[in-house]
């Protein structure tokens, strides 16, 4: 934004400074290629702006979006849950783990924006064949692959991490959506509000108290890497300035 508008302000300086301290004579040619050179710059910052403005809406989306699915999850800890969010992996991050009695959970969520069609319902239903996601109008396969290689990737670190076999079933939620599901599968999809589904086991199974401690131990140790900005700041501090502790 600011170099859209100091942009014309600056071909203008050169175009003067060229006229009148370096003497360069005024022709029609200078003069159109100042004004060609103005406006191909405002288109294209004009442009990049109006690209930058997009993606700063899908990116608020995508925000709105997890912090919507994290308080839906987090209500389930009244529950007896354990949840993580933003769980960090290898070169990726989990948007949510969560263990339950049913099991651990890899929660991938996506925000998806509902058309206007002037059809009520059914422009905010998708249906789950199974294989794909089908909004109103396109389908989607790739949520489910990458669904089903975080909770790969998550099984296999916490197998080895606490030394016995973890399965974790992928998890697709879609805030704000009414899925209506039309055949079983290995990955479940849910809104948001349906995220109390997650306490039942996959097919019954229940993890005992032990397992679940250990589980959590390993996901509480991956997961909690961040130090507090003021807290390292106050110790900086304390270090430089004598007698501060």
């Not at 206007?116 to 059914?122: F, K, M, P």
């Not at 396969?141 to 197998?159: D, P």
Request: aromatic share 8%; net charge positive; proline share 4%.
């Amino acid at each position: 934004m600011s170099t859209l508008l100091s942009f014309p302000l600056s071909v203008l300086g050169i175009h003067l400074s060229q006229s009148y301290l370096a003497g360069t004579p005024e022709s029609t040619f200078r003069v159109s290629t100042s004004v060609l050179v103005v406006l191909g710059g405002i288109a294209f910052l004009a442009y990049r702006l109006h690209g930058s403005s997009h993606r700063r809406f899908q990116l608020q989306c995508a925000l709105d979006a997890e912090i919507a699915v994290a308080q839906e999850l987090d209500q389930l800890m009244r529950q007896g849950a354990i949840t993580f969010h933003d769980f960090p992996a290898e070169q990726f991050n989990i948007d949510h783990v969560v263990e339950t009695r049913g099991g651990v959970f890899a929660v991938e969520t996506k925000s998806r924006l509902k058309p206007d069609r002037g059809g009520g319902a059914e422009d905010a239903k998708v249906i789950f064949d199974g294989h794909a996601l089908l909004f109103p109008g396109w389908h989607d396969t790739t949520t489910l692959e990458q669904a089903r290689r975080q909770a790969v990737w998550l099984g296999r670190w916490l197998s080895r991490a606490v030394g016995s076999p973890v399965e974790v079933r992928p998890v697709v939620a879609l805030p704000g959506w009414y899925v209506e599901r039309q055949a079983k599968s290995d990955v479940r999809v849910i809104n948001g509000r349906e995220a109390k589904s997650l306490l039942s086991g996959w097919r019954g199974d229940l993890l005992s108290d032990e397992t679940i401690t250990r589980i959590a131990h390993q996901l509480e140790e991956r997961c909690r890497n961040v130090e507090p900005v003021q807290f390292g700041r106050a110790r900086k501090i304390g270090r430089l300035v004598p007698g501060r502790a």
